[in-house]
C-alpha cells in the first residue's frame, strides 16, 4: 500500500515537474532522463548479470548516430530511423557480448572498453558519421497533435518511455530471467549446475543493457538533434558508471537515483567541471570501499544497524523438522543411470582420475570415499561437466555426455552440491530454490515482451513449488533471509534442498556431513534416505565413515586417483587394500562398524 | 625492405615505452590479481610530472624523471592503501575502483596543468644514426636502454631479494604466503608502487617521443594493456615481448591505415583476448576473481 502511494506520489510529482521549469531547466531534466535509461541497462548488466560492460555509452552512440545517419543521409523517417537504430544496438550488443562467453571480470571490462574505444575512434574519423564535427540537422519526431520541438513536450514522451523501461527492467529482475542472472553474478558455476543457460543469460545481459543503450541514443538523437564523438566518449562512460555504482548497482531504482543525483550535483558544478570530476571520483572510491551496495544498500544497512543497537527484536527462525517424501518405487530401480567408463583426467603432471570406472544403478545410495587428495571431487566434477575428462567417456541415463556443458547435464536430470557451499549470497533462500526449480529455457525470454502474463503466472507457480520444497526441508521460516546469515548446518540443508528443488534423476552430494554435529548427521541421514525412496539415485562422497557405511548400499574406494575397492560396505571394510591405503596400516577391520548396523 | 626495416625501427621505442607501461600491469595483475584501470592515468601523471621539472624548474632530463616516479610511487602507495579492505575479496569492486582514481587522476591533471597539451625538446640533441641506410634516433636508443635496465632491475629484485621472493609467494598463493609470516598487504603496496614507478618511467621517457596531453595515459595504457595481454598477462617476459609487437604493429598500421590505427589496435587485441586470453607466456587462468 505505502509504495503504492508513494508510486502514485512519484508520477503526479513526475507529470507536474515541468510546469516549475524554465526552459533551461527542462532541457537538463530531458538530458537526466536519458542518463538515467542508461543507467538502469547499465545496472541491468553490471548489478544484475554481474557481466562488466565499459561500453554502454558507445551502445547509446550507436543507437544516436543510426538515428542521425538515417534521418539526414538516408532521409528515412525519424521513427522508421529510430526502429533500424535500436535493431542495430542489439546486433551491437550481441558483438560486444561475445567475448563475455570467453573472459569475465577484468578482461571483459578491457575489452569492452577497448570496443567502447573503436567506436569512438571510428566515428572521429569517418566520412559517414561526419567525422570530429558530427552530423546535425536531425529532424524533429513527428507526433500526430504533438509538437516534439517543444522540450517540455519531449519531457512528456521521455518521462513515458523512461516509465516503461524502468518498470520492465524491474519485471525482469523480480521474475525467472533476472533471478538466474543475479544467480549467475554470485556463482556462476552454480548457477550452470543447477541448469542456468550461462552463455545464454550473459548474452541476454548484454542484449538488454544494449536495448536501454539504444533507446537512449534514439531519444537523445530526437532530443539535441545533433550528434558529435565526444558525446559518447570514456570520460561520459566513466561518468555513467559512477552513476550506477553510487546509486547501486544491484539496485534499479539506485541506478536511477544515482543518474538523477550525480547529474544535479555535475550541474551545480558546470563551471567547475574538475572539481565535479575530483569529487565523484573520490565518492566512486569510497562508495566501492565502504558501501559497496551504493544509496540504495543505505536504508537495509541504517534499518539493520538500528536493529543491532537495539538489541535483536522478535523470535529467531527456527529450523523445523524435515518431512519425508512419499516412497514412490521407481520403475526403473535397477537399471544403470550412470556409467563411467574408464575416466582418465590429468592436471598437467598430476593424473587425478587414472583409468576410472563406475557403474551406478538407479535407485542406489552409492558411498564414494577414500582419503584426502584421492580424486573424489575431481571424479564429481568430471560426471557433472565441470571437467572434461583427459580420456574416457561418461554415460548417464543412456546417452554418451561426456564433456557436456554443466547446465545441459543438469537438464538432463543431474543435480549436485559442493563441498564449500556454493549457495548464492545475495539472493534469498528462497529465490536460492527458485532458481533450482526454475526449468525454463532462457531463450523463452521473448514471452517477456510478448506474454508477460504467462511469465507471471508462471512464476506465481514458482513460488508455490518454492514454499512446498522449503515446508519439506522446514526451512520455511528462513525464505526471506540472506543464506550467509544462517549456521552452517541450515546452509548444508538449504543446497541439499537446492539440488534436491532441481528434480533431478541423479543427485552427487559431496561431503554433506562436513561441519555437521551428531544430531545433523542423523537427520541427514534420514533425508538422504527419503530422497532416494523418492526415486532419485544418490552418490554421496563422505569421510564420516560411520554415515557411509550405515547409509549407502555399495562403496566405492579411490586412492590415488584409482579405485581399490567397489562393494557392498561389508565386503569394502574387509578389502586388505583399503584397510591400508584409507584407513591406514595400524587399524584393523575390528573397529569398524559391526555388520549388522552395516545393513540397517 | 628498406621502409619496412625503417617502420620496424620507428616501432621499436614506442614499444619499449608500451612495454614498461604492459610490465606496470602485469607486476600488479601477477601478485594481487588485479587490472589497476589508473594506470593509464599515472602515465599521464608521471609525464606530466617528469615534463614540468624538466622545462619549467630546468632540471636535468635524469633527475626530473626521477622525482616523478618518486611522487607516482606515493600515488601507487595511496591507491593500494584505499582500496585494501577489498583486497581478495570482491574484484569487480576494486577494479571499479580503480577506476574511480582513473577520474580523480584525470580531473587532477587537467585541473593543475589544464586541457591542453605541451611538446617536451628531445633531452639528447645527438644527431640521428645513419646505419646502413636506416635513421635512428639517438633518443630512441636511450629510451630503449632506460626500458632494458628497468627491466633487468625489476628481474634482479624479483629473483634475488628477500622482498621480491616474498611478492613472488604472494602472487602464487597470497593464504599460503600469510602463513608463512608474509605481510601480504606490504607486498601488494611495493607491487602498486613499482607498478606506478614504472608508468612514470614510461610517461617521462614518452614525453619527447609524443605530445603530452591528458589524453596521452588513456592512449598508452590502452596499448600496453594490449601489450600485457598479447604476453601473457602476468608474465614479465611476456610484456616485454607484447609490447614491442604491439608497437611494431603500431608503426605499420599508423602507416597504411592512417586514422584508423587505433581501430585496428583494439580490435586485434580483442581478437586476441577471444582467441588466446592466456596470451603467448601466459599460463594462469583467466578466471582469476
Redesign the interface.
Known sequence: MRTRLLLAAGAVAAWLLPYGLDSYAIHVVDVILIFAILAIGLGLAMGIAGQVNLAQVAVFGVGAYVTAILTTRAGLGFWVAAVLAVLATVVIGLVIGVPALRVQSHYLGIVTLGLALAFTSWVTNAQASGGAEGISGIPVPELPGVDLSSEYLYYYLELIVFAILLAFGLFVVRTSLGRRMRAMRDDALAAGSLGAEVPVLRMAAFLLASVYGGLGGVLYAGLIRYVAPESFNIANMFLLLGMVIIGGRQSLVGCVVGAVGLALVREALVDHPQIAQIAYGSVVVLVVVFAPTGLAGLPVRVRSAVARRRGRQGAAARLKPFQPYDPEPSRRDGETILQVDRVTKQFRGLKALDDVSLTVAAGEIRGVVGPNGSGKTTLFNVISGLYKPTRGRVRFRDADRTGDAPYRLARAGLSRTFQNLRLFGDLTVEENILVARDRSRTWESWRYLLRPISVLRRDRELHRHARDVLDRYGLAEFAALAPKSLPYGIQRRVEIARAVAAGPALLLLDEPAAGLNGEEVRQLAEIVRSIRDSGITVIIIEHNMGLVMTLCERVTVLAGGRIIADGTPAEVARTPAVIEAYLGDSMTAGDLPPISEVTR | MQVFLQTIIGGVSLGAVYALVALGFSLVYRTMG??N?AHGNVVTVGAYLASTFYLTSKLPFALAMVIAIAVTGAIGLVIER??R??ENR????????T??????L???V??IWGATGRAVPSPVQTEPIDLLGLRIRTYDLVVLAIAAAATVLLVLFLSRTKRGAAMQAVAMDHEAATAVGIHVGRSNAIAFMIGAGLAALAGGLVGPLLYVSPALG?ALG?KG??AA?LGGFGSIPGAIVGGLAIGVLDSFTAGHFQ??S??VT??V??VI??VR?TGVFGERT????
Do not use: C, K, S
Open positions: 588485479l587490472v584501470f584505499v582500496l579492505p577489498l570482491d574484484f569487480d569492486l576494486m577494479l571499479i575502483g577506476i574511480g582514481f582513473g577520474i580523480v584525470d580531473a587532477l587537467i585541473a588513456g590502452i594493456f594490449a595481454i586514422g584508423y587505433e581501430l583494439f580490435i587485441f580483442t583476448i577471444m586470453p583467466v578466471n582469476r576473481a
